[in-house]
């Protein structure tokens, strides 16, 4: 079945009633969790973590707030934590993705994430006294919290590790992109992790797949360069392994419709760059009393 872009039905994928009696609306949650992801890729980014680390952070976070979702509108338990709570989460998240992702070339330690983070959010440095010894167990708490959460499992799937960037690698070499053409797609594809609308689909074949993500980035990025691409389009789509359909070219002017949308509001010089009254939070300890619930609810599988 095809569908048009009026026609897409999105999912509600997440509780977002689960972040703050602030968040009364989808349009506000996903503004939080735009807010959120930019805090990881800017982490990310002052560590000197790779693109890889970035997406595969955000992939934890999503799906962390997805099984916390479900949980909450099964009543397996109540879940009720303040905002700040969740960028400990997107703290955790990246140290987790830097021991999957460990290279002996950049050996970062969790005082390395607390620092950055804590800098991030207060534009002032940790110091070594009872605010960081009480981050950091905050921290630690909270990654144990999320390895429970997601059973532990935290690899990136198997398929070529399941993740666009190695797709769109594979389609600039072919095409034999220059610097200008394969920065932008790049831009673009590290771009649509943060729009919910790229996400969240209820209908099976309007979802997008990551390989489907590089392409439509790559195209994208053609579009906005205006530059003709090297070869006809349905030879191309043949030659990088898909086939030019209807549904096809609908899901790539959807991706295009909705990254349109993104970047007419987006504006990096309007990021929330510090977020003092978030630091002050993450220097108190936290309890996290749904521990309990998780585990009667595991132990009852």
Known sequence: MNHSIENIEYQDIFTYEIISTSCDSWHQFKSFYKDLVIFTRNLCSLLGLSSINYYHSVTLLQKYLFIISQKVKSKQFDFKNGIHYYYLIAMSCT???????????????????????????SNENLLLNDDYYTIKENVIKVEQHLLRILEFDVGLPKKMNQLPHPYLLNFLYFLESNQVESQVSYNILNDSILNLSIYCRKQEDTRFGYEEIAIFSLLYAFEMCEITIPIEINDLYLLLGFENTKNTNTKYNDFKFHMDLFYQTYDPDKEVTFRPEISIEICKPISLVEDKDIKDSQSNK
């Open 95 to 121: 140290l987790v993705s830097i021991k999957v992702n460990y290279s002996p070339m950049l050996p970062l330690k969790v005082r390395d994430v607390l620092n950055v983070g804590y800098h991030l959010l």
